[in-house]
């Protein structure tokens, strides 16, 4: 297994609400999004990143400082000049 690909994809999948919004739900076009951001998944990590829900993301996304995630609301904030955001 590639776990640092299934570790970059999870982060990336926590901090960036459009890239959570394409990849849920899970399903092949998922594991060709994660492909073309560059995260090289083997085929027992993609069985296994199957059974992901986007609802758990979510939950713990609102909880992170809106400086280290891409969020609408913290791009929001940076168009207003505030922080967060990338």
């Known amino acids: 297994m590639s ?9 990336r999948i926590l901090t960036d609400d459009h890239f959570r919004g394409s990849f849920f ?10 492909a073309a951001h560059g995260f090289d998944l083997t085929p027992i990590e993609r069985s ?16 992170l400082d809106p400086r280290i995630s891409r ?3 913290s791009e929001d904030a940076v168009a ?3 922080e967060g955001g990338f």
């Open 3 to 11: 776990q640092r690909s299934v570790e970059k994809l999870l982060g």
């Open 48 to 63: 296994a990143l199957s059974s992901l829900r986007r609802r758990q993301f979510e939950c713990v996304a609102v909880s």
């Open 80 to 82: 207003v000049g505030g």
């Open 71 to 73: 969020s609408s609301a």
């Open 25 to 34: 739900p899970v399903r092949a076009e998922s594991f060709d999004l994660a």
